[in-house]
């Protein structure tokens, strides 16, 4: 064998240890990403708010129009 394989060929050991250095902090880096994602989503702990169906941006339920892109939100009543 050449190169670096000739040198060091890893055996299951070694071959654990990396996937241990490589997996652990993606795994960890994946499950930051979840809770970070949870963590933006203002609807969940607000019941009061909900997305806007063309922007996505939350809107208070109570609101007449989207702050953001100014869709119409409540249907308009007639007196």
């Known amino acids: 064998m050449n190169g670096l394989f000739a040198f060091f060929s890893p055996g299951p050991l070694e071959i654990l240890i990396l996937l241990v250095l ?9 499950l930051a990403l979840f809770v970070r994602q949870l963590q933006n989503n203002p609807a969940a702990s607000n019941p009061n708010l909900t997305p806007c ?5 939350y809107v208070s339920r109570q609101a007449p ?3 953001k892109c100014g869709r119409p939100l409540l249907p308009q009543q007639n007196p």
């Open 22 to 30: 490589v997996g652990v902090p993606l795994v960890a880096l994946g």
């Open 53 to 57: 169906p063309d922007c996505r941006h």
């Open 65 to 67: 129009a989207c702050p």
